[in-house]
């Protein structure tokens, strides 16, 4: 790690140190999901686009390939999940966004260096490889880059600075449906090649901020590289290695390493599986639930086909159609952007259930406008999926990217995040295969699969409503004592929540002992000593 000492011996990375390299942190992590979110959105303007279809003709009209060429990316995903969910402990958070990057503009490579003969054939496959091998480095990025900014933040900020990169995603989907529909009025190559090619630029700044930017100090504790945690740990705090609250810090995050198991740093996937007072399976099934949920609500069936969409239901022009999904994602962008305000005001509970009664109502409102059939009735589906993208914007993008980070603990979070992400790009690739299929076969219009998507909506609400507890508000000790309450007193989670009154630093630890919970989440030991010791310096704001 390139840190150097400034004047007052405090360890600087790219110079800086405290507020100021939190926010470099924090732009590695904006610019990596603004990538994903580009990604997201960059196929929906080419894939009907007559330069592709033309270049690789087994995409047009064919519903299945279509689907397949645009799915793949998401199997990519998968892949790279996979990979992190069982090496991710083993190389560590820096080295893996570094080869997520790495591995994502090689696909970007391939794909832009596909030579089409107009029959397709090899062209086509070299292209769908290309798009696989993007999706491998964007499934290990997006399984690492919460976790790392996670451990790398300070417990008062980590949920805001996580919604916001939910809320990126939807600023990278518009970039790219805006550089797709620009570049249609470009040379035939151009049209494809270069919104592909961008997603260079993002991968770039992820690998260039990081060459100077440190490893994850829990971590490095984690496999016994003390003296390099303590470096990053003092440049986080802007204090000195040998100031008294810098050591308290490692010292109790190392005790805490040790009594929750986790020497070594790497977690058995046994442990994930574990009930008891700590429930680390329940609390890994609602975050892989939430994100599976976030995929059938239709969201990328939106947002990948937002274009298609409008040509196939609406009988809009192809150049219409993506101007009005640039449109689309500029609502999208600024709903967004209101979780960063409403996310600790309004709750997490709540905005999942304000989120499935709009998406829900959003998508009824489509499919009842297409059913007639006529041009005017079908102006309300317009509508329909523009309320059903402001909705799902303001509460279900971001939040199955929080929920995740803060309901697992320290000893189960990696490998439980990467389980939430394999879940997300499994249903990912379901939901983006089938789209293409189900537009053409349900009804006149395709309004069948806004039916489909409303039903399955409406099925979110109660479990949601039944086994989401509320977290807002609460520390990661509180949040460990309500899943052991529930557990010690057999009632519902939800219930155990909603009944808990907000503790200080004495009631959670009486609390942990009458449950038979002992607090292991070094996050929360450091909270306590935060609160009740005053050792631990808050990086001054600039």
Same mark, same amino acid.
């Given at each position: ?174 970039? $790219? ?8 009025? +470009?040379?035939? =190559?151009?049209?494809?090649? @270069? %919104? !592909?090619? #961008? &997603? ?87 975050? $892989? ?8 609500? +239709?969201?990328? =069936?939106?947002?990948?086909? @937002? %274009? !298609?969409? #409008? &040509? ?231």
């Amino acid at each position: 790690m390139g840190h150097k000492d400034n004047a007052s011996g405090v360890p600087t990375f790219w110079g800086t140190s405290g507020s100021r390299l939190q926010k470099l942190i924090t732009a590695v992590a904006t610019t990596d999901f603004l990538l994903f979110g580009y990604d997201q959105g960059v196929m929906s303007g080419i894939i009907s686009a007559d330069a592709f279809t033309s270049d690789f003709p087994e995409v047009k009209g064919n519903s299945t390939y279509e689907g397949f060429v645009v799915s793949i990316y998401a199997v990519g995903c998968f892949l790279g999940a996979c990979f992190i969910l069982s090496f991710g402990d083993h190389l560590g958070r820096r080295k893996s966004i570094f080869l997520g990057a790495t591995i994502m503009i090689i696909g970007v490579i391939i794909q832009i260096a596909s030579i089409p003969d107009g029959s397709g054939g090899g062209s086509t496959a070299q292209f769908i490889i290309g798009r696989c091998i993007t999706g491998i480095g964007n499934g290990i990025n997006t399984s690492t880059v919460p976790t790392y900014q996670a451990e790398c933040s300070h417990s008062h900020n980590r949920g805001k600075l996580i919604c916001i990169e939910g809320g990126n995603v939807a600023i990278g989907t518009l970039i $790219a449906y805006w550089i797709d529909y620009g570049c249609t009025y +470009g040379p035939h =190559a151009f049209v494809w090649r @270069f %919104p !592909i090619a #961008f &997603q260079c630029v993002f991968a770039m700044v992820v690998i260039i901020l990081m060459t100077q930017l440190p490893e994850s100090p829990r971590w490095l504790l984690s496999k016994d590289r003390n003296e390099e945690a303590t470096t990053v740990i003092a440049a986080l705090n802007d204090e000195r290695r040998d100031d008294p609250g810098i050591q308290t810090q490692v010292a109790v995050i190392v005790d805490a390493i040790r009594a929750s198991g986790h020497e070594g740093g790497v977690t058995n996937m046994s442990d994930l599986l574990t009930g008891g007072p700590s429930q680390h399976f329940r609390r890994l099934l609602l975050g $892989a639930s939430s994100q599976m949920m976030q995929q059938l609500s +239709g969201c990328n =069936a939106v947002i990948y086909y @937002f %274009p !298609i969409l #409008f &040509q196939t239901s609406i009988g809009t022009t192809h150049n219409l159609a993506l101007l009005l999904g640039g449109i689309n994602m500029i609502v999208y962008s600024i709903f967004a952007t209101t979780s960063w305000f409403a996310v600790e005001r309004v709750g997490r509970r709540k905005l999942y259930l304000i989120g499935t009664v709009g998406q829900c109502l959003s998508m009824v409102l489509t499919f009842g406008a297409l059913i007639p059939g006529t041009e005017s009735a079908a102006k309300g589906a317009a509508v329909g999926l523009f309320t059903y993208i402001a909705f799902f914007g303001a509460t279900w993008l971001p939040l199955p990217w929080l929920y995740p980070a803060e309901i697992n603990p320290l000893k189960t979070r990696a490998k439980a995040n990467a389980t939430s992400t394999v879940s997300n790009w499994l249903w990912n690739f379901f939901i983006v295969m089938i789209t293409p299929v189900l537009l053409s076969g349900t009804g006149q219009s395709g309004w069948g699969t806004y039916l489909f998507f409303a039903i399955l909506n409406a099925m979110f609400f109660p479990v949601i409503y039944f086994l989401y507890p509320e977290t807002a508000g609460r520390t990661l000790e509180e949040i460990d004592v309500i899943f052991a309450k529930g557990y010690a007193e057999k009632i519902s989670y939800v219930k155990a929540a909603q009944e808990l009154p907000r503790l200080t630093e004495t009631e959670v630890q009486e609390k942990a002992r009458q449950y038979g919970f002992y607090l292991s989440d070094e996050e929360a030991t450091v909270s306590m000593h935060e609160k009740t010791e005053g050792v631990l310096s808050t990086p001054t704001s600039d």
